[in-house]
């Protein structure tokens, strides 16, 4: 089945430690984005790349990083330099004009 | 850049009644509003969207009003079900990016 694939479900992080949060398409969309969801809030734009080699920041991109050296691959990593970094993380990705679809999510905790 | 304000925050309703979401968005150069489904642990689902050049849009129970004067657009669900329980977002799409609003928790009481 074509769909987007976060993993893993839940991630542990302990203090000054680097993580990196996987997101693979197979639905051959240009454009993926990733983005953080706090309790009772919207979703917030962390980065986002519409074509490889190429990514922007989004509103909210301090204390990540990510990479798209593959169409279908964009992994976050969620940095040391990130002091508030609990949250579910959604990674969405879509066509040109068209609308996006969300993988299920990585949430993430500090050990 | 673009604002989403969604409300109310948190809306019962009896099975079988309707069920009514509305947002407003600040930039009037936003051309495209979705809305999505959330349940417990999961990602958004898109379950309608609409573009700027269209007033209504109509799926089944689901209906997406837009006015762009007023700079407001609504969900409506009607014979709401049990299934119908969840947190629904709606976002405006200007400059490529989508802004959300800030969700919309349904309770459809059976």
């Known amino acids: 089945d074509g769909g987007i694939t976060q993993s893993p479900k839940y991630l542990f992080r302990k203090e000054g430690q680097n993580v990196t949060l996987s997101c693979e398409q197979n639905l051959n969309h240009d454009a993926m984005y990733w983005y953080r969801q706090d309790p009772g809030q919207g979703l917030r734009l962390i980065y986002y790349?519409?074509?490889?080699?190429?990514?922007q920041k989004g509103d909210i991109a301090e204390g990540y990083s990510v990479s798209r050296e593959k169409k279908e691959s964009f992994p976050l990593t969620v940095t040391s330099a990130q002091k508030n970094p609990t949250a579910f993380y959604l990674c969405?990705?879509?066509?040109?004009?068209?609308?996006?679809?969300f993988g299920d999510g990585t949430r993430l905790s500090i050990l | 850049g673009e604002n989403v304000e969604q409300h109310p925050s948190t809306l019962s309703v009896q099975e079988g009644d309707s069920a009514v979401i509305k947002c407003t968005y600040s930039?009037?150069?936003?051309?495209?509003f979705p809305w999505y489904k959330q349940e417990l642990g999961k990602g958004p689902q898109l379950i309608i969207d609409?573009?700027?050049?269209?007033g209504e849009k109509k799926d089944q129970r689901i209906a997406v009003t837009l006015n762009k004067t007023a700079k407001h657009f609504s969900l409506h669900i009607t014979e709401t079900q049990p299934e119908d329980s969840a947190v629904y977002f709606c976002a405006a799409q200007g400059n490529n990016r989508l802004a959300f609003g800030k969700g919309n928790q349904v309770v459809v009481i059976p």
């Open positions: 790349s519409q074509i490889v080699n190429d990514f």
């Open positions: 930039d009037s150069a936003s051309n495209y």
């Open positions: 969405a990705s879509n066509m040109a004009r068209q609308p996006q679809h």
């Open positions: 609409i573009r700027s050049n269209v």
